[in-house]
């Protein structure tokens, strides 16, 4: 199908093997650019974020011989449309235990869009601690920043139009790992 | 949809994990350096106090606090109130300064209900117990203490407390605590039963989704929890029952009847206790005491319901969580 037509149905632009080498590769663009990863904590953002960030754990692990602490982190009550909707459920935030002062944090999330979430994510991690550094892993960077903010660690760039969907599956939340590139149905809702 | 806490009875099996699960999250923000969280940011809460309360409203300020919303103070004593001046009056007056929420303590049943349904305010309204009526977030908290006891902290998400066996003794007559935790217990699927002395068990209480019994020795060793209330003192307008002493060896708690609860089963109480009379010091201080653990639930399950009340741009506690990027 010619890329740039779109029907209803979404259509899968990475597959699972994909998404694994990935992960690998920015494992190890991590522990490049880290200088081993000593210090870094891995922070995924709920709900597919925490998975990536799990997996990304597991991978450095494989790399380094050490386990690299990974937690949670939610931001919802720090979105700047909590006011637009209808109060959200939270989300779980789990910091490792040594917690994240002077620590290399590495947010790891699945889309990259407006950039709102990591600003969001941001300002909840000032209130948790104080990192060495913060940086950002995505598994997709779709583009149309809202935000002077850009990822360290990008999967796959993926130019899309306003109104498509980017729709991350991941085998821990949805039964298979795919990346889903569809037309949205009704106006784009601009989320976070 | 929940605009307004006014009765444990109007929450929704949903409704009500969703506080806990919510008041689950609330709780790890103790651990925190920073015990903020920004979500109420440049809304107003009035703590609305026409009766006396010490822990209760200590509590709603820290819930309030905690959420970053800024907190207006009214006690009755030594207010307009106090001149004379009606609720509706302190009402419009509220409405007329912008107050985003009004938290409310009143010694009539039902002047909450009357505040939210009367139209004086547009502003969401929370009782803090009104009377011998209602005090929903008593017993959001006693469920969640007890949720996290008896199912577990990260086990108890998303679950009931289905076929557990929670038992309520003392003054039913007067407590509001009583009634609002039979309406919250029976919706989230316990089975309730109140242990009293007959003259203070009151009338209609056939009607309550709950069993009722007079002998205390015979129910504890089947309950998963026992809560033990307050006499009243301050209620206790008649001769309810011959003396102090007869009512503590009766109905009060002590060493030897805990030891005949189950292993796993916790003592409650919504304080402020009066040691000697419902409960000896021994089982105050015991571990299986939660006295202290309610008290902190109390901050956590009052900034939930405030979250869900003002956190978005309408009240809603049963929308799914919305998932877009």
């Given at each position: 199908m010619d890329a740039h037509t779109h029907t209803g149905e979404p259509r899968a632009v990475l597959e699972a093997p994909d998404i694994a080498r990935m992960l690998t590769r920015i494992a190890h663009e991590i522990v490049e650019r880290a200088k081993g990863a000593d210090d870094v904590v891995l922070l995924g953002i709920p709900t597919r974020g925490v998975y990536l960030a799990r997996r990304l754990a597991d991978k450095l692990e494989g790399i380094t011989g050490r386990k690299i602490p990974v937690g949670s982190l939610d931001i919802t009550m720090y979105r700047d449309d909590l006011r637009l909707k209808p109060a959200r459920t939270l989300a779980r935030t789990e910091i490792p235990g040594d917690g994240i002062d002077g620590r290399l944090v590495v947010l790891v999330d699945d889309v990259l869009f407006s950039g709102r979430t990591i600003r969001a994510a941001l300002d909840a991690l000032g209130d948790i601690g104080r990192p060495r550094a913060v940086q950002l892993a995505v598994l997709v960077d779709r583009g149309h920043r809202e935000l002077p903010i850009r990822a360290d660690y990008v999967g796959k760039n993926l130019p899309t139009s306003q109104r498509e969907l980017v729709r991350v599956q991941l085998s821990e939340e949805d039964g298979r790992d795919t990346v889903l590139l569809g037309l949205g149905a009704t106006a784009p809702t601009r989320g976070q | 949809m929940m605009r307004h806490l006014i009765s444990a009875a109007d929450l929704t099996r949903d409704e009500a994990i969703r506080i806990l699960d919510t008041a689950e999250e609330m709780a790890r923000v103790a651990d925190r350096p920073i015990k903020k969280l920004p979500a109420l940011r440049g809304r107003t809460i009035c703590n609305l106090f026409f009766e006396d309360s010490t822990r209760t409203r200590i509590s709603f300020e820290a819930a309030e606090k905690r959420l970053s919303a800024d907190v207006i103070n009214f006690a009755a004593k030594g207010s307009s109130v106090s001149k004379g001046e009606s609720l509706k009056d302190t009402a419009q007056t509220l409405e007329a300064m912008g107050v985003d929420a009004v938290v409310i303590r009143h010694g009539a049943s039902g002047a909450p209900y009357r505040l939210a349904t009367?139209?004086?305010?547009d502003a969401p309204v929370v009782n803090a117990g009104d009377g011998t009526h209602q005090h929903p977030t008593q017993a959001l908290l006693d469920a969640f203490t007890m949720r996290r006891r008896l199912v577990g902290p990260d086990a108890g998400i998303g679950r009931d407390l289905a076929g557990r066996r929670i038992t309520v003794v003392g003054d039913i007559l007067h407590s509001r605590v009583a009634r609002s935790n039979v309406d919250l217990l029976h919706t989230l699927g316990a089975e309730v039963t109140l242990v009293a002395p007959p003259t203070l068990v009151p009338v209609g209480v056939g009607a309550w989704p709950c069993e009722v019994a007079y002998d205390l020795d015979a129910v504890l060793p089947k309950s998963d929890a026992v809560m033990m209330l307050r006499v009243q003192r301050e209620r206790m307008n008649a001769a309810f029952f011959p003396t102090e002493r007869e009512y503590s060896r009766r109905y009060g708690l002590d060493a030897d009847r805990m030891a005949r609860m189950p292993d796993h089963a916790i003592v409650m109480h919504p304080g402020p206790m009066v040691r000697g009379m419902e409960i000896t010091a021994e089982v105050a201080d015991s571990d299986r005491c939660t006295v202290v653990e309610q008290v902190a639930a109390g901050v956590s399950v009052r900034m939930a319901v405030l979250y869900l009340l003002l956190g978005g741009n309408e009240s809603d506690t049963a929308h799914p969580r919305t998932e877009e990027k």
């Open positions: - | 009367s139209g004086w305010i």
